[in-house]
C-alpha cells in the first residue's frame, strides 16, 4: 500500500514534462516486475518489427534513395510504340532527325539528350576485364546534372565523327580496377574493338546506373542496374539520321506536365512522319525516369511489405491479449489507485506508457534482428530485387524500427488501456482478491482478437501456398532442352578481327579434349539468359511489310554444330549444322516448330527462305528444324525462333557451353585454362551452370516464396500462442463451471470436448474470415503467379484444412488442463 501510496504522489507532479517522466519512470519500474511478462511482449513485437523494418530498408534503398540526377522526377524517357496500339515485335530507337527535331522545337521541355548502351573490354595481357558504358550526345551531362568528381566532362570539341578519343570513367570502375589512381586522368587505356585507345579525361560521380536501353536488353553484358563503367561522346553520324538507333531521355520545362510533353511530343513526331515514310506507324510514349527505374522494385517489394505488415499486426493482437490479461490481474491495484484519488485519465496515461515502453524496447529488440534480416535479404535475394547494392543496414533501419514501434504500441495498447475507464473501484476493492480471470466479455474480445490473428495468418499461409504451387507447377513444365551437367562461361575474343575463326576453332578443340567433358559448343542466345538478336526479317511466302512498324521481328541465335545435341534439343526435319556451314558457303538457317507453324502451317519449311536487308538479296535457305524450347521464359510458351551457324553469324561476345560427364564446376579451371592457352588476352566471365542461370531466372519468385514462408511461419507461431492462451485463460476463468459439471457426473471426455469446442470455433471463424481476406491478398501476387489463379479454391481448401488441425494441437493443453480439474479443490477455493 505504501509502494501505491508513493507512486501515485510520483505521477500528480505538476508539468506536462514532469508528469510524462515521472509516467515513464512508473512504466519501467512496473515491467521490470513482472520480467518474463515484459520479455515476451518485447520478443514478439519485436519479430514484428524486425520483420517490418527489414522491408522498410530494402524499399528505402530500391525505391526511395533518389537517383544522383539534377531534380530527377522532371526526367523523362521517350520510348516508342505503334500507333494502330498492337504490341511491338521488339523495342525501337529513336533516329537522329526525329530527337533532334524535339529538341529544337518542344516547348514543354527544357531539353532533350540521345544515349545507348554499349559494351566493350579493358584488354589486359592476364585475361581481359568486360566493361559497361553509354555513348551519350553533347547535352546529356547537362540534362541530367551530373558532375565529374577528377578531371572533367566532356567538352563540345570531343564530339566528332571517327575514332574516340575521350572517355570519362566511372567512380565505381575506377576504384575496382584503378584502385583509385587519379594518374589514371591524361593516359591512354586499351580497349578492345577500337583501334586508337582514347585518353581518360575524368571521372564522374559515384552512385550513376544506366538508363534504359530496350533495344539493347537482349545483350549478353546488358545489366541496367549496374553502375555505369564509362561514357564516351556519340556524335550522331548524317549518312544514319534515319536509323532508329538512339534511346531518349528529356527533362520537363517547370510548371510543365509528363502529359503536356506527351501530347506535344505525338503532334511533332505525327508531322515529321508525313515527310519520311520510315518514321510512320510509331508514336513516342512519355514515362518519369523514377518510375521505369522502380518498376521491377514495386512489384516485387510492396506485396513483402504487405506480408511483413500483416507479422506486425498479428504480433500486436498478442501483446494486446497480454496486457488485457495483465490488465484483469491488476484491477484491485487499479481501483486502489482511483480510490486515492489518482484520476482515470491519469490512469490512463500510465497504462498507455507501458505500452510504449514495451514497443520501445520491441522496437530496439527488432533494430537488430532488421540488421540481420537485411543482410540475409541481400544474400538470397540474388538477382531478384534491383539496385540491391544500395541496400545498407544503417540508420534507416534503426528510424524505420522506431517509427514502427509507435503504432505498434498505440493498436497493442490501446483497448487493454481504455478497458482501465471502465474500472469500478468499489466492486473491485469489494471482492475477496485480486481477479486474475476473465468475465464473458474479456473472452469474447480476447476471441476475437485470436480470430483475427488466424484470418491474418491464413492469408500468409495462402500466399505462401500460391508461390509454392507456382515453383511445383514450373518444375513440371517442359523446357525443351537439358539443364544438368552444364558449364556455361562468357568467352570474348578481344584481339582483331582477323583472329576471330581460329580462336573460336582452337578453343572448342581444347576444351572438347579435356577429360570429362562430352560436348562443347559455342552459343549466342544460351536459354534463361536473355540473349539474341532481335532482327527485322522478310520471310518467303509472307507479304511484304508497308511500314517500318508492320516488319516481323524475330529473335535469332548463333551456334556450332555440336549445340543442339549437348542441349538435348531434338531435330525434328531437315538436318543440323556442319563444320562446312561457315563463311564462304551459302547461309543457312534452322527454324524451330513455333516458327514453322506460325509462317508455314500447311507446308514444310525445309527449303524455304527469309531475309536480313530485303528480298533482293541472297536469302538464308532452313536447312532443319527443331523442337520447341521455353528459351526466354519457362513461364512462357515458345515462340518462333532463328538459328544461324555461328561461323556465318559471328558474335563478338557470346556464351561457352560444355556438357559434362559430372560435376561440371569441377571443370572451371581446366576450362578457363584451356581458353587462356590459346589466347591469354581473351575475356572469361560470368561462370555458372545452366541449373544457375534457370534459378536466376526465377529468383523473384523464390524470393517471394521464401519471405513469405518465413513470415507465415513467424505468424502461425504467434497465432497458435495466441490460441493457446485464449483457451488457457478460458479454463481459468470456466474453473468453477468445469468444477461443477466434473461433479454432477461429466466424464473427462466432456470437458475436453467442451475446450476443443471452443477452440474449434475461434479457428474455424478466422479461417472464414481469412479465406476472404486471402483472396483479397492474393491478387497482388498475381503477376508471381503460373499455372494457378489467385483465388485457388485448392490451396485455399489445403491451407484452411491444415491451419485447423495444427491449430487444434495449441487447444490440446488446455483441454488436458481442464478435464484434469479437482471438483473437490476448485470448489474449496471459490
Known amino acids: 500500500m505504501e509502494q501505491i501510496k508513493e507512486d501515485c504522489r510520483e505521477v500528480g507532479g505538476i508539468g506536462l514534462i514532469e508528469n510524462t517522466w515521472q509516467e515513464l519512470r512508473y512504466?519501467?519500474?512496473?515491467?521490470?516486475?513482472?520480467?518474463?511478462?515484459?520479455?515476451?511482449?518485447?520478443?514478439?513485437?519485436?519479430?514484428?518489427?524486425?520483420?517490418?523494418?527489414?522491408?522498410?530498408?530494402?524499399?528505402?534503398?530500391?525505391?526511395?534513395?533518389?537517383?544522383?540526377?539534377?531534380?530527377?522526377?522532371?526526367?523523362?524517357?521517350?520510348s516508342s510504340e505503334r500507333t494502330d496500339g498492337q504490341k511491338m515485335d521488339s523495342p525501337r530507337g529513336w533516329p537522329a532527325q526525329q530527337w533532334m527535331g524535339w529538341k529544337k522545337d518542344a516547348t514543354s521541355l527544357q531539353g532533350v539528350a540521345a544515349y545507348d548502351w554499349t559494351f566493350n573490354f579493358l584488354i589486359r595481357n592476364d585475361g581481359s576485364q568486360s566493361m559497361q558504358g553509354m555513348w551519350v550526345s553533347k547535352d546529356y551531362f547537362r540534362l541530367m546534372g551530373l558532375k565529374t568528381v577528377a578531371g572533367r566532362g566532356f567538352a563540345d570539341t570531343d564530339f566528332s565523327l571517327g575514332p574516340t578519343k575521350a572517355i570519362v570513367l566511372g567512380y565505381e570502375f575506377w576504384q575496382r580496377v584503378f584502385g583509385g589512381d587519379r594518374q589514371i586522368i591524361g593516359k591512354t587505356v586499351r580497349i578492345s574493338r577500337w583501334d586508337t585507345p582514347p585518353t581518360v579525361i575524368g571521372v564522374m560521380a559515384p552512385g550513376v546506373r544506366f538508363l534504359p536501353s530496350p533495344d539493347d536488353a537482349k545483350e549478353p553484358n546488358y545489366d541496367v542496374n549496374a553502375t555505369v563503367d564509362f561514357w564516351a561522346p556519340g556524335e550522331p553520324d548524317p549518312k544514319e539520321w534515319k536509323e532508329p538507333d538512339w534511346n531518349i531521355v528529356a527533362r520537363l520545362r517547370d510548371g510543365a506536365t509528363p502529359q503536356q510533353a506527351q501530347q506535344e511530343l505525338a503532334v511533332l513526331t505525327a508531322q515529321q512522319a508525313l515527310s519520311e515514310k520510315s518514321f510512320e506507324g510509331f508514336a513516342p510514349r512519355i514515362e518519369r525516369l523514377t518510375d521505369e527505374m522502380n518498376q521491377d522494385g514495386k512489384r516485387i517489394l510492396f506485396p513483402l511489405l504487405g506480408a511483413s505488415a500483416l507479422v506486425l499486426l498479428i504480433a500486436?493482437?498478442?501483446?494486446?491479449?497480454?496486457?488485457?490479461?495483465?490488465?484483469?490481474?491488476?484491477?484491485?491495484?487499479?481501483?486502489?489507485?482511483?480510490?486515492?484519488?489518482?484520476?482515470?485519465?491519469?490512469?490512463?496515461?500510465?497504462?498507455?506508457?507501458?505500452?510504449?515502453?514495451?514497443?520501445?524496447?520491441?522496437?530496439?529488440?527488432?533494430?537488430?534482428?532488421?540488421?540481420?534480416?537485411?543482410?540475409?535479404f541481400t544474400v538470397i535475394a540474388g538477382h531478384a530485387i534491383p539496385r540491391l547494392d544500395a541496400v545498407t543496414a544503417g540508420w534507416?533501419?534503426?528510424?524505420?524500427?522506431?517509427?514502427?514501434?509507435i503504432p505498434a504500441a498505440t493498436f497493442a495498447g490501446l483497448i487493454p488501456a481504455l478497458r482501465v475507464l471502465r474500472v469500478d473501484p468499489v466492486e473491485v476493492l469489494k471482492s475477496a482478491g485480486p481477479k486474475g480471470t476473465a468475465g464473458a466479455g474479456e473472452r469474447r474480445m480476447l476471441r476475437g482478437v485470436a480470430m483475427l490473428q488466424t484470418s491474418l495468418t491464413l492469408a500468409l499461409l495462402v500466399g505462401a501456398g500460391l508461390l509454392i504451387r507456382t515453383m511445383m507447377k514450373i518444375a513440371e513444365v517442359p523446357s525443351g532442352y537439358s539443364t544438368g551437367r552444364i558449364l556455361t562461361m562468357s568467352v570474348t575474343d578481344v584481339q582483331s578481327h582477323a583472329t576471330w575463326g581460329s580462336f573460336h576453332r582452337q578453343a572448342l578443340d581444347r576444351v572438347a579434349a579435356i577429360p570429362g567433358v562430352q560436348y562443347a559448343a559455342f552459343a549466342w542466345g544460351v536459354p534463361l539468359t536473355g540473349?539474341?538478336?532481335?532482327?527485322?526479317?522478310?520471310?518467303?511466302?509472307?507479304?511484304l511489310a508497308v511500314k517500318e512498324s508492320d516488319k516481323i521481328t524475330l529473335p535469332m541465335r548463333a551456334v556450332t554444330p555440336d549445340y543442339f545435341k549437348l542441349m538435348g534439343i531434338g531435330l525434328l526435319d531437315g538436318r543440323a549444322f556442319r563444320p562446312s556451314d561457315d563463311d564462304k558457303a551459302p547461309n543457312v538457317g534452322i527454324v524451330n516448330q513455333a516458327f514453322a507453324d506460325r509462317f508455314f502451317p500447311h507446308g514444310n519449311v525445309i527449303g524455304r527462305k527469309f531475309w536480313f536487308q530485303g528480298r533482293g538479296k541472297a536469302g538464308?535457305?532452313?536447312?532443319?528444324?527443331?523442337?520447341?524450347?521455353?528459351?526466354?521464359?519457362?513461364?512462357?510458351?515458345?515462340?518462333?525462333?532463328?538459328?544461324?551457324?555461328?561461323?556465318?553469324?559471328?558474335?563478338?561476345?557470346?556464351?561457352?557451353?560444355?556438357?559434362?560427364?559430372a560435376d561440371p564446376r569441377a571443370l572451371i579451371v581446366a576450362v578457363q585454362r584451356a581458353l587462356h592457352a590459346v589466347d591469354p588476352t581473351a575475356a572469361v566471365e560470368n561462370v555458372k551452370t545452366l541449373e544457375q542461370i534457370r534459378d536466376e531466372s526465377l529468383a523473384s519468385r523464390t524470393f517471394a516464396m521464401r519471405l513469405l514462408i518465413g513470415f507465415s511461419v513467424a505468424g502461425s507461431l504467434l497465432t497458435l500462442v495466441g490460441i493457446y492462451g485464449v483457451l488457457s485463460l478460458s479454463v481459468a476463468s470456466r474453473r468453477r463451471e468445469l468444477?461443477?459439471?466434473?461433479?454432477?457426473?461429466?466424464?473427462?471426455?466432456?470437458?475436453?470436448?467442451?475446450i476443443f469446442g471452443e477452440g474449434f470455433r475461434v479457428i474455424a471463424g478466422g479461417v472464414l474470415m481469412g479465406a476472404v481476406l486471402a483472396i483479397l491478398v492474393s491478387q497482388v501476387l498475381r503477376t508471381f503467379l503460373y499455372g494457378v489463379?489467385?483465388?485457388?479454391?485448392?490451396?485455399l481448401l489445403i491451407v484452411g484444412l491444415l491451419f485447423v488441425m495444427i491449430g487444434l494441437l495449441a487447444c490440446w493443453l488446455p483441454a488436458r488442463r481442464a478435464e484434469r480439474i479437482d471438483p473437490l479443490e476448485a470448489l474449496r477455493h471459490e
Not at 544522383?68 to 523523362?76: E, F, R, T
Not at 468444477?739 to 467442451?754: E, F, M, T
Request: hydrophobic share 50%; with cysteine; charged share 15%.
Open 27 to 78: 512504466a519501467v519500474r512496473t515491467l521490470r516486475k513482472s520480467p518474463v511478462f515484459t520479455a515476451v511482449a518485447a520478443l514478439t513485437l519485436a519479430l514484428g518489427i524486425g520483420a517490418t523494418s527489414a522491408i522498410f530498408s530494402l524499399i528505402q534503398g530500391v525505391l526511395l534513395t533518389p537517383p544522383p540526377y539534377s531534380k530527377p522526377n522532371q526526367l523523362l524517357l521517350v
Open 316 to 376: 500486436c493482437g498478442n501483446v494486446g491479449a497480454l496486457l488485457l490479461v495483465r490488465g484483469l490481474q491488476r484491477q484491485q491495484e487499479y481501483a486502489v489507485r482511483i480510490a486515492m484519488g489518482l484520476g482515470r485519465v491519469a490512469l490512463l496515461r500510465q497504462t498507455l506508457m507501458e505500452s510504449l515502453v514495451l514497443a520501445l524496447l520491441g522496437g530496439g529488440l527488432g533494430v537488430g534482428l532488421a540488421f540481420g534480416a537485411v543482410k540475409l
Open 396 to 405: 534507416g533501419v534503426l528510424g524505420w524500427g522506431l517509427a514502427a514501434a
Open 531 to 543: 540473349n539474341n538478336w532481335p532482327a527485322p526479317i522478310d520471310i518467303e511466302g509472307q507479304p
Open 620 to 661: 538464308v535457305e532452313i536447312v532443319g528444324e527443331i523442337a520447341n524450347g521455353r528459351t526466354d521464359d519457362l513461364t512462357q510458351k515458345a515462340s518462333p525462333e532463328i538459328y544461324m551457324p555461328l561461323w556465318q553469324a559471328q558474335a563478338f561476345s557470346k556464351h561457352l557451353v560444355v556438357r559434362t560427364t
Open 739 to 754: 468444477a461443477i459439471r466434473s461433479a454432477v457426473g461429466a466424464p473427462p471426455s466432456h470437458l475436453r470436448r467442451l
Open 789 to 795: 489463379q489467385a483465388n485457388d479454391p485448392e490451396t
